[in-house]
T-cell receptor, first 119, second 116 residues
Framework: AQTVTQSQPEMSVQEAETVTLSCTYDTSESNYYLFWYKQPPSRQMILVIRQEAYKQQNATENRFSVNFQKAAKSFSLKISDSQLGDTAMYFCAFMKHEGYGGATNKLIFGTGTLLAVQP | EAGVTQFPSHSVIEKGQTVTLRCDPISGHDNLYWYRRVMGKEIKFLLHFVKESKQDESGMPNNRFLAERTGGTYSTLKVQPAELEDSGVYFC??????????????FGPGTRLTVL
């Protein structure tokens, strides 16, 4: 069974600085996807970034980038130029590629990291 | 385009009572997922609908939980009778039918259920 571990329950960063959230996972699969979701206070969870395991290049989305180390099964999220609006719970998630169409592509989540951006 | 909506946002009930949670997915999304987060723990998969059919309900805790998706549109999750350990946040997510590379799961705001 796949597991996802986020070892940092809470983190804090000053506005405009850079912060890295860690995530490790365990799987014997070779074809899978990894995600970072964020849930701001009292708001719904949104996708921040996704990474296909077969791609060697690290995914980036504006100020958000990942460091994907497949052999080490590590998937960290780097937030550059942190903004107050980045304050949120961040969840790392794994998805095994089960198939197409109606296959159940369930997400397996870590316990989350609560990030506070300080002014 | 409206996102995934869930109702109610909060529910507080007594042990033994019944509660029904509702999820309205994004229009046109055939895949609908239910997840649950118990306080301080990870978010866990409950079940998956494709249109009105249950594709995978391996994550449902027990037979006190009943999920339906009539007509392939909105879905309900009923807990009857509720127990203390059912407390948590219930999330719904929807995605398009298609390739995993494109079927991003869009989440609703969740329903916080408290069983006293």
């Amino acid at each position: 069974a796949q597991t996802v571990t986020q070892s940092q329950p809470e983190m804090s960063v000053q506005e405009a600085e850079t912060v890295t959230l860690s995530c490790t996972y365990d799987t014997s699969e070779s074809n899978y996807y990894l995600f970072w979701y964020k849930q701001p206070p009292s708001r719904q969870m949104i996708l921040v970034i996704r990474q296909e395991a077969y791609k060697q290049q690290n995914a980036t989305e504006n100020r958000f980038s990942v460091n994907f180390q497949k052999a080490a099964k590590s998937f960290s999220l780097k937030i550059s130029d942190s903004q107050l609006g980045d304050t949120a719970m961040y969840f790392c998630a794994f998805m095994k590629h089960e198939g197409y169409g109606g296959a159940t592509n369930k997400l397996i989540f870590g316990t989350g990291t609560l990030l506070a951006v300080q002014p | 385009e409206a996102g995934v909506t869930q109702f109610p946002s909060h529910s507080v009930i007594e042990k033994g009572q019944t509660v029904t949670l509702r999820c309205d997915p994004i229009s046109g999304h055939d895949n609908l997922y239910w997840y649950r987060r118990v306080m301080g723990k990870e978010i866990k998969f409950l079940l998956h609908f494709v249109k009105e059919s249950k594709q995978d309900e391996s994550g449902m805790p027990n037979n006190r939980f009943l999920a339906e998706r009539t007509g392939g549109t909105y879905s309900t999750l009923k807990v009857q009778p509720a127990e203390l350990e059912d407390s948590g946040v219930y999330f719904c997510a929807s995605s398009l039918w298609g390739l995993p590379s494109t079927d991003t799961q869009y989440f609703g705001p969740g329903t916080r259920l408290t069983v006293l």
